[in-house]
């Protein structure tokens, strides 16, 4: 079973930066999509971001294109999700989550599974 742990979250002021972390292990991960979600306060959990674990071009929501950047170590096995110009709005839980579906389904959180506990994102001043 693939096991997802995610850290990095913090409370930071609007522009400022966070790196969120998502530590995989178990057999198989390397096989897998990586993809990070969020879910502010009584919203559905939406999609942030994903790549596959083997490489290739990452796919991302319209809403942080531009400021965000997700990335991987294989030999530490984690995710990476470097969040930059953050903004009150980018206030959420963030997950990540493992998929083996194809590119155009990445943004369905239906297809994800393993996912970690989340770690708390708040942007305010």
């Known amino acids: 079973q693939v096991q997802l742990v995610e850290s990095g979250g913090g409370l930071v002021q609007p522009g400022a930066s966070l790196r969120l972390s998502c530590a995989a292990s178990?057999?198989?991960?390397?096989?897998?999509?990586l993809g990070w979600f969020r879910q502010a306060p009584e919203k559905e959990r939406e999609f942030v971001a994903a790549?596959?674990?083997?490489?290739?071009?990452?796919l991302y929501a319209d809403s942080v294109k531009g400021r965000f950047t997700i990335s991987r170590d294989i030999a530490k096995n984690t995710l990476f999700l470097q969040m930059n110009s953050l903004k009150p709005e980018d206030t959420a839980v963030y997950y990540c989550?493992?998929?083996?579906?194809?590119?155009?389904?990445?943004?369905?959180?239906?297809?994800?599974?393993?996912w970690g506990q989340g770690t708390q994102v708040i942007v305010s001043s």
């Open positions: 790549q596959r674990w083997s490489g290739g071009y990452p």
């Open positions: 989550g493992t998929t083996r579906v194809v590119r155009s389904s990445w943004h369905d959180v239906g297809y994800y599974g393993n």
């Open positions: 178990g057999p198989g991960f390397s096989s897998y999509t």
